[in-house]
């Protein structure tokens, strides 16, 4: 199958926030390489690596362009070529402080506060790059559980290949999951004292002022980075 492409915020390399999410998922989306799991997890949580194999594979980040294959006669050297355009207009965007939480059965980086801005910034992106994303397959349609979604969001899953978008977009950056719910407030308290031990910063606002281009080479592949563009404004 051909790659798919996706338009995500990860924090900078070698950050405190980037460091953490690549040691909890066991992953590092920018290296393209495996990690080293912070030992107390997989000491104190037996399945640790199966609640982290799924948010591993699409790295640490958060979703503004979900993936897509590349539409005919797109190349991957031009969807580069228009993002490096695009972040020289976009300005940064304060996320406020962030906290662990959880998204029904997933856990989450998530803002503490409703972001002013944050909105406009993803409808931009989800609209300014659909150009290059090829029509869903149906194999893809039902892996999104349209029987699951809301009619608004099936409209959304149909016009642009994802259903949380808009209004229904929520920032977030999945750290674990699905946990069932028996395990989920253990997991979510742990990593909560992680989050606040690792990331020296971690009651530091978080600004938006960066977008990457991610890639997954095979659908069976993680994702990994291709490459981050500072915003000019």
């Known amino acids: 199958m ?4 996706a338009i995500y915020f990860a924090p900078a390399a070698l950050s405190a926030l ?32 199966l609640l982290a194999r799924d948010p591993a594979r699409y790295g640490f980040h958060a979703t503004f362009k979900a993936p897509f294959e590349l539409a005919p006669r797109r190349t ?17 965007t304060d996320l406020g402080t962030l906290a662990v939480g959880k998204i029904s059965d997933f856990i989450a980086l998530v803002p503490r506060q409703t ?7 993803a409808q931009a992106l989800v609209e300014q790059f659909d150009s290059f994303r090829a029509p869903m397959s149906d194999a893809d349609r039902a892996r999104r559980r349209p029987d699951r979604l809301t009619g608004r969001q099936r409209a959304y899953l149909e016009r642009w290949g994802y259903p949380f978008v808009f209004d229904e977009f929520r920032f977030h950056m999945t ?3 699905p946990i069932g719910p028996q395990q989920i407030d253990f997991v979510r308290d ?10 020296v910063d971690w009651d530091a606002p978080l600004t938006i002022d960066a977008m990457s ?17 500072k915003f000019a404004g």
């Open 175 to 177: 750290l674990a999951g």
């Open 18 to 49: 980037q460091v953490f999410g690549a040691r909890i998922l066991g992953y590092d989306a920018a290296t393209g390489r495996s990690v080293p799991h912070y030992p107390s997890l997989v000491g104190q949580i037996a399945n640790w690596r």
């Open 115 to 121: 972001p002013t801005g944050l909105a406009e910034l």
């Open 213 to 229: 281009v991610f890639k997954q080479s095979r659908r069976d592949g993680p994702f990994h980075m291709l490459s981050r563009h």
């Open 2 to 5: 051909a790659p798919r492409y």
């Open 190 to 199: 742990k990593l909560e004292r992680l989050f606040r031990t690792e990331v």
């Open 76 to 92: 991957e050297a031009e969807l580069l070529s228009e993002f490096e355009r695009a972040a020289l207009q976009l300005k940064a």
